[in-house]
Protein backbone atom coordinates (compact mmCIF):
# COMPACT_ATOMS: atom_id res chain seq x y z
CA UNK A 1 0.00 0.00 0.00
CA UNK A 2 0.98 3.29 -0.85
CA UNK A 3 0.03 6.71 0.88
CA UNK A 4 0.87 9.92 -1.18
CA UNK A 5 0.41 13.48 0.27
CA UNK A 6 -0.43 16.35 -1.79
CA UNK A 7 -2.00 19.93 -1.43
CA UNK A 8 1.24 21.52 0.84
CA UNK A 9 2.94 24.57 0.48
CA UNK A 10 3.67 28.30 1.62
CA UNK A 11 0.49 29.97 2.64
CA UNK A 12 0.47 33.55 5.17
CA UNK A 13 -0.89 33.55 8.35
CA UNK A 14 -4.98 33.20 8.52
CA UNK A 15 -4.75 31.90 5.32
CA UNK A 16 -5.96 28.13 4.05
CA UNK A 17 -4.42 24.62 2.67
CA UNK A 18 -6.58 21.63 1.54
CA UNK A 19 -4.15 18.58 1.85
CA UNK A 20 -4.94 15.11 0.50
CA UNK A 21 -3.88 11.70 0.81
CA UNK A 22 -4.58 9.04 -1.60
CA UNK A 23 -4.16 5.27 -1.23
CA UNK A 24 -3.36 2.96 -3.52
CA UNK A 25 -5.85 0.33 -2.06
CA UNK A 26 -9.49 0.99 -0.47
CA UNK A 27 -9.13 2.90 2.68
CA UNK A 28 -12.02 0.90 3.86
CA UNK A 29 -9.69 -1.37 4.60
CA UNK A 30 -8.26 0.38 7.54
CA UNK A 31 -8.72 0.67 10.93
CA UNK A 32 -7.90 4.10 11.40
CA UNK A 33 -6.15 7.08 9.11
CA UNK A 34 -4.70 10.18 10.43
CA UNK A 35 -2.19 13.04 10.06
CA UNK A 36 0.55 13.60 12.11
CA UNK A 37 3.24 16.58 11.82
CA UNK A 38 6.68 17.05 12.75
CA UNK A 39 8.32 20.38 12.70
CA UNK A 40 11.95 20.58 13.05
CA UNK A 41 13.70 19.32 16.25
CA UNK A 42 10.26 18.45 17.13
CA UNK A 43 8.78 14.68 17.96
CA UNK A 44 6.02 13.78 15.46
CA UNK A 45 2.85 14.81 17.08
CA UNK A 46 -1.01 13.64 16.04
CA UNK A 47 -3.16 16.01 14.03
CA UNK A 48 -5.92 14.61 13.47
CA UNK A 49 -7.72 10.76 13.00
CA UNK A 50 -10.91 9.06 11.96
CA UNK A 51 -11.11 5.92 12.16
CA UNK A 52 -13.31 3.63 10.04
CA UNK A 53 -16.61 3.96 11.87
CA UNK A 54 -16.69 7.84 11.48
CA UNK A 55 -14.78 8.55 15.23
CA UNK A 56 -12.75 11.89 14.59
CA UNK A 57 -10.47 13.16 16.75
CA UNK A 58 -8.17 16.45 16.90
CA UNK A 59 -5.10 18.00 19.07
CA UNK A 60 -6.40 20.53 21.27
CA UNK A 61 -4.11 23.20 18.88
CA UNK A 62 -6.07 22.68 15.92
CA UNK A 63 -9.49 21.93 17.21
CA UNK A 64 -11.84 24.65 15.49
CA UNK A 65 -9.41 25.44 12.88
CA UNK A 66 -9.03 21.69 11.10
CA UNK A 67 -11.15 19.33 9.54
CA UNK A 68 -10.49 15.70 7.88
CA UNK A 69 -12.44 14.24 5.75
CA UNK A 70 -12.63 11.22 4.06
CA UNK A 71 -14.00 10.18 0.36
CA UNK A 72 -13.79 6.64 0.16
CA UNK A 73 -14.89 6.28 -3.39
CA UNK A 74 -11.64 8.16 -4.10
CA UNK A 75 -9.58 6.02 -1.82
CA UNK A 76 -8.37 9.60 -0.29
CA UNK A 77 -8.76 11.29 3.00
CA UNK A 78 -8.34 15.13 3.44
CA UNK A 79 -7.00 17.79 6.00
CA UNK A 80 -8.54 20.93 5.43
CA UNK A 81 -6.43 23.89 7.18
CA UNK A 82 -8.07 27.26 8.01
CA UNK A 83 -6.65 30.35 10.03
CA UNK A 84 -3.28 28.74 9.83
CA UNK A 85 -0.68 29.89 12.36
CA UNK A 86 3.45 30.13 11.90
CA UNK A 87 3.64 27.39 14.26
CA UNK A 88 1.63 25.06 12.16
CA UNK A 89 4.65 24.85 10.09
CA UNK A 90 5.72 21.42 9.79
CA UNK A 91 5.95 18.12 7.18
CA UNK A 92 2.63 16.54 7.50
CA UNK A 93 2.36 13.03 7.06
CA UNK A 94 -0.88 10.43 6.56
CA UNK A 95 -0.96 7.38 8.29
CA UNK A 96 -2.98 4.06 8.52
CA UNK A 97 -3.36 1.54 10.55
CA UNK A 98 -4.40 -1.95 9.66
CA UNK A 99 -4.89 -4.94 11.75
CA UNK A 100 -2.18 -7.21 11.49
CA UNK A 101 -3.77 -10.25 13.97
CA UNK A 102 -6.91 -11.38 15.63
CA UNK A 103 -5.37 -10.38 18.71
CA UNK A 104 -5.36 -6.76 18.50
CA UNK A 105 -2.09 -6.06 16.84
CA UNK A 106 -1.96 -2.69 14.61
CA UNK A 107 0.05 -1.58 11.88
CA UNK A 108 0.77 1.43 10.59
CA UNK A 109 1.32 2.79 6.16
CA UNK A 110 3.35 6.08 6.56
CA UNK A 111 3.32 8.47 3.41
CA UNK A 112 6.05 10.59 2.44
CA UNK A 113 5.07 13.65 3.71
CA UNK A 114 4.28 17.39 2.36
CA UNK A 115 5.26 20.33 4.04
CA UNK A 116 3.16 23.19 4.91
CA UNK A 117 5.22 26.68 5.55
CA UNK A 118 2.70 29.59 7.36
CA UNK A 119 4.62 32.71 6.68
CA UNK A 120 3.78 35.54 9.63
Known amino acids: VQLVESGGGLVQAGGSLRLSCSAS????????MGWYRQAPGRQRELVAS???????SYADSVKGRFTMSRDNARNTVYLQMNSLKPEDTAVYFCSADFVISVEGAVGRYWGQGTQVTVSS
Open 50 to 56: RSNGGTT
Open 25 to 32: GSIDNFKE
